[in-house]
């Protein structure tokens, strides 16, 4: 049995930002089972900015609907730090263009805010798991059967019976 308190400096640093507070207590729920992770929850854009540059974090999962500054202003002011952290947006469904957006402006996956907690956050630590430790060369091993990858414009839209549910760059 792997002993589950291990230092968190020896797991992966992953920073999730949401204002929801909701959302970031059901990440902590599903995160904490994941013994190589070490998670930190924030719910304001200027602290993630502040936090991500002051700290090692592996990857930062960021939702596009917050206060004062949205996810992809947040994604441009975390790449204008010079900071090339793998990075996770989450979008509500139907946000095909925004997704792209998000893409081309420098996220490596997207994923949508839709269909069953268990799954969505399943399919979260999958995607931060492939890019905390193989980097973007490992998308498709983050997408289990039955999914489906479509492309367009050099940009992956998976979809599971007709839901699209995550996009990543290719």
Do not use: W
């Not at 540059?53 to 500054?69: C, F, K, R, T, W």
């Amino acid at each position: 049995m792997v002993d589950c308190v291990s230092e968190p400096s020896s797991k992966m640093r992953v920073l999730v930002l949401d204002d929801e507070v909701a959302f970031l207590d059901l990440c902590r729920k599903f995160l904490r089972g994941c013994e190589t992770m070490h998670a930190e929850y924030v719910s304001s854009p200027a602290k993630a900015l502040e936090m991500a540059a002051e700290g090692d974090y592996q990857v930062i999962v960021s939702d596009h609907s917050l206060p004062g500054m949205d996810g992809l202003q947040f994604l441009r002011a975390l790449r204008s730090m010079c900071r090339r952290i793998p990075f996770v947006m989450l979008i509500g469904n139907g946000r095909e263009e925004l997704a792209i957006d998000a893409l081309q402006n420098g996220a490596d996956f997207y994923l949508e805010k839709a269909g069953s907690p268990r799954s969505m956050c399943e399919q979260l630590m999958s995607a931060i798991r492939t890019l905390g430790e193989r980097g973007r060369t490992g998308i498709r091993e983050c997408l289990p059967d039955p999914f489906q990858v479509f492309s367009r414009c050099g940009v992956l839209l998976v979809s599971n019976g007709g839901e699209r549910v995550l996009a990543a760059a290719g």
